[in-house]
């Protein structure tokens, strides 16, 4: 079955950077994209991020261009994602979450999610 | 970051029927382009709820239902129970420059 397992919750001040982990377990690690969305107090998804661990590159969301890496270590099925200058808007819950698609198409979606790490940037 | 337009709210009684609608453009489900749905029940995290506009998951009752016409989609809960008191969030592909997701704004289903 599978499993993604994320780092705990975390503080930070502002201007400082973040690091989460997602460790995956119960399937085939490297074919699949893992993605990172974020959820802020009261509101919606929003997507950052992704990689897929066999290409080793992220594509990120343009306005996390500049701010967000994401990486993975095969070796032991983690991916991680590193969001630098932190502001208090960077408050919220982030997910990694297990990308798949229909067929060979552009109509990808999330089959299974880690649970969440709440981080909260405050002076 | 959405550009899926959802009702804030939706509410029923246990064992009615309620939708739950979805509004993209002619850039994502106007496109051709697959709905999904997801359900966040209260403090945990998403989960997969409909894939390619009406597939569910092993595991996921067929009271969830979904549809899909020019640019909007539907969800439909059928025999409303208590448990399914939560956020619905519909989902698409994007080909802006956010990334290949899109998401809608989240409706909260209130059983009465």
């Known amino acids: 079955q599978v499993q993604l397992v994320q780092s705990g919750a975390e503080v930070k001040k502002p201007g400082s950077s973040l690091k989460v982990s997602c460790k995956t377990s119960?399937?085939?690690?490297?074919?699949?994209?893992v993605s990172w969305l974020r959820q802020a107090p009261g509101q919606g998804l929003e997507w950052m991020g992704r990689?897929?661990?066999?290409?080793?590159?992220?594509n990120y969301a343009q306005q996390f261009q500049d701010r967000l890496t994401i990486t993975a270590d095969r070796s032991t099925n983690t991916v991680y994602m590193d969001l630098t200058s932190l502001r208090s808007e960077d408050t919220a819950i982030y997910f990694c979450?297990?990308?798949?698609?229909?067929?060979?198409?552009?109509?990808?979606?999330?089959?299974?999610w880690g649970q969440g790490t709440l981080v909260t940037v405050s002076s | 970051q959405s550009v899926l337009t959802q009702p804030p709210s939706v509410s029923g009684a246990p064992g009615q029927r309620v939708t739950i609608s979805c509004t993209g453009s002619?850039?994502?489900?106007?496109?051709?382009?697959?709905v999904h749905w997801y359900v966040q029940l209260p403090g945990t995290a998403p989960k997969l709820l409909l894939y390619?506009?009406?597939n569910r998951p092993s595991g996921v009752p067929d009271r969830f239902s979904g549809s899909k016409s020019g640019t909007s989609a539907s969800l439909a809960i059928t025999g409303l129970q208590a448990e399914d008191e939560a956020d619905y969030y519909c989902?698409?592909?994007?080909?802006?420059?956010?990334?290949?997701?899109?998401f809608g704004t989240g409706t909260k289903v209130t059983v009465l």
């Open positions: 979450a297990r990308e798949t698609r229909l067929g060979a198409s552009e109509n990808f979606y999330l089959d299974y």
């Open positions: 119960g399937g085939a690690f490297s074919s699949y994209s």
């Open positions: 990689i897929i661990p066999i290409i080793g590159r992220g």
């Open positions: 002619s850039s994502d489900i106007g496109a051709g382009f697959a």
């Open positions: 390619g506009n009406n």
């Open positions: 989902q698409s592909y994007g080909s802006g420059l956010n990334g290949p997701y899109v």
